[in-house]
């Protein structure tokens, strides 16, 4: 018998170590000694659906309306388009499909999922645009196969769409909607001014070099804007240094070593932006109304009246991005006024509880949204099935073994464990509660709620809280220092667009529309 190929055993021992799936990237837990959430379905689903009005009584838990007469802008101009800078980190690091309950009910010990009916990642684990680089691919552009395909008939700053209106994109989850579009778009675009660079000032080069450059610098660059625009946003800053100057607690050992994406990160503190997204949005100029995200009626659900995905974007919702993020001009709008915000600056919403009522209200079948088969409909806009995202988000953590919230909080260590007071399950719906009898109250509360109610307690829903904040901090900073490429791991890395070590989105934005000069455009031909 002859010697097996190194490269056969190698490939027979990740399928010992990782099961069936190897191509897929490891899920795990972080609280391993805790047991999977055992709250009821119907409890989730009662809690987290739409209402049946605008009234307080009529109003669901987790639904927000100007009917509870709060004021739920967040503060010190907290730029909306950050909302969807997350949006597009999340699907970087997380595209997660499901696993066996068997599977998730038995926790290994060291909280990586394996065998057969583990759940996988299909994202790869690190802060690398694969959700615009990988996955499904993005076609190249036809007359340089260096720069990414960009561009409609119609418009330019588009993605390229099929015959139907289906983008032709990497991860159709980044067309769920013309904002995340357009973030998404915007690196894409970066990637290709970066070429244009390239063409113009180093030289003969392959374009497979020309790409690749590119490609590290976008990465880079999107690396930096997540340090520094981002995670300080969402984290408080004592957090942040205490994981600096005394390492992670939670994210370590096995789980950081293999890359293990945390369904506590996933499913849970990563949500976040589904409490911060706005119900409507201006996007420029032209658009004098402000445009619900999602349609509530069967006049938003006229095309030119909501900002749904999965179709060509007309030139007319093209985004100012002094609307959406903080430039030295943006003008701020007055955000305890319900007309004049949306005339400058608009800010996210405070991290809680409470979703928009469009996100109560989610179309069923759109590109990257709930598919028919996984959401069963809790209602209809104009003939539309809708399903609340805050139920998905629900029997999402349930389904995934997600532990209860406040015994995370507890086996974390976290230094301010909220009560069950604190989630107002108990209290009258006209009082803003969820109107439970006492009685009916559960011990314990699922964990994305615990995770969204403790940002409001303890940061008045500016910032996460003790145990949303450090998974956050913890999982993106892990990523970042595993990575041997990242910015992190570079001694004193600058960026060659701007020559700083911060590098922000409004920085990245200049630069796509040509409003920056590169200091040192060597610089990029050196990468």
Not at 238 to 251: M, T, Y
């Amino acid at each position: 018998m002859g010697r097996v190929p190194a490269s056969c055993l190698l490939a027979l021992l990740l399928v010992l170590v990782l099961g069936s799936h190897a191509g897929a990237n490891p899920v795990g837990v972080l609280f391993a000694s805790v047991p999977p959430c055992r709250l009821d379905r119907k409890f989730l689903v009662n809690i987290s659906s739409a209402g049946s009005g605008n009234t307080l009584a009529e109003l669901g838990y987790m639904e927000d309306s100007s009917a509870r007469g709060t004021d739920n802008n967040a503060r010190d101009r907290a730029a909306a388009g950050l909302t969807y800078l997350g949006q597009l980190l999340s699907h970087d690091l997380a595209d997660l499909a499901a696993g066996d309950v068997e599977v998730l009910a038995n926790r290994p010990k060291d909280g990586i999922f394996r065998g057969r009916g583990r759940p996988r990642n299909k994202a790869s684990f690190a802060l690398d645009l694969d959700t615009l680089y990988g996955r499904d691919g993005h076609p190249r552009d036809a007359g340089d196969s260096g720069k990414m395909a960009m561009g409609t008939p119609t418009n330019p700053i588009d993605f390229p769409r099929d015959a139907t209106g289906a983008a032709r994109i990497a991860d159709a989850r980044n067309d769920e909607h013309v904002i995340i579009a357009q973030v998404a778009g915007l690196f894409l675009r970066a990637h290709n001014a970066v070429v244009d660079i390239i063409n113009a000032s180093c030289g003969p080069m392959t374009r497979r070099r020309r790409f690749f450059i590119a490609q590290r610098l976008v990465r880079e660059h999107f690396q930096s804007i997540i340090l520094t625009d981002w995670l300080p946003l969402f984290v408080t800053r004592p957090l942040l240094d205490d994981i600096n100057a005394n390492g992670r607690r939670l994210f370590k050992g096995p789980l950081y070593r293999r890359g293990v994406m945390p369904i506590e990160f996933a499913v849970g503190s990563n949500r976040l932006g589904h409490s911060i997204a706005r119900g409507r949005y201006r996007l420029n100029g032209l658009t004098p109304d402000p445009k619900r995200i999602f349609p509530l009626n069967a006049q938003e659900a006229l095309p030119e009246n909501n900002l749904v995905g999965g179709r060509p974007v007309p030139p007319t919702f093209n985004i100012e991005w002094n609307r959406f993020f903080n430039f030295s001009d943006s003008r701020n709008g007055d955000i305890s006024n319900d007309t004049d915000q949306f005339a400058g600056l608009q800010v996210y919403r405070q991290i809680d509880r409470l979703f928009a009522r469009p996100m109560m209200r989610l179309p069923i079948g759109g590109p990257g949204l709930p598919p028919q088969r996984i959401a069963n409909s809790t209602g209809e806009v104009n003939n539309q099935p809708v399903v609340s995202l805050a139920t998905l988000d629900l029997l999402r953590g349930k389904s995934l073994g997600l532990p209860c919230g406040v015994a995370a909080a507890r086996t974390a260590g976290a230094p301010r464990v909220l009560s069950m007071e604190d989630f107002l399950l108990a209290l009258p719906k006209a009082a803003g509660g969820a109107g439970l009898d006492p009685a009916d109250e559960p011990a314990d509360v699922p964990f994305l709620l615990y995770v969204l109610r403790e940002a409001k307690v303890q940061s008045s829903g500016e910032r996460l809280g003790d145990l949303g904040g450090r998974i956050q901090a913890e999982v993106i900073l892990g990523a970042l220092e595993r990575d041997r490429r990242s910015i992190t791991n570079q001694r004193d890395w600058k960026s060659p667009i701007t020559g700083d070590a911060a590098f922000r989105m409004v920085d990245l934005i200049n630069f796509v529309e040509g409003d920056i000069e590169v200091p040192d455009v060597s610089a990029m031909c050196r990468v």
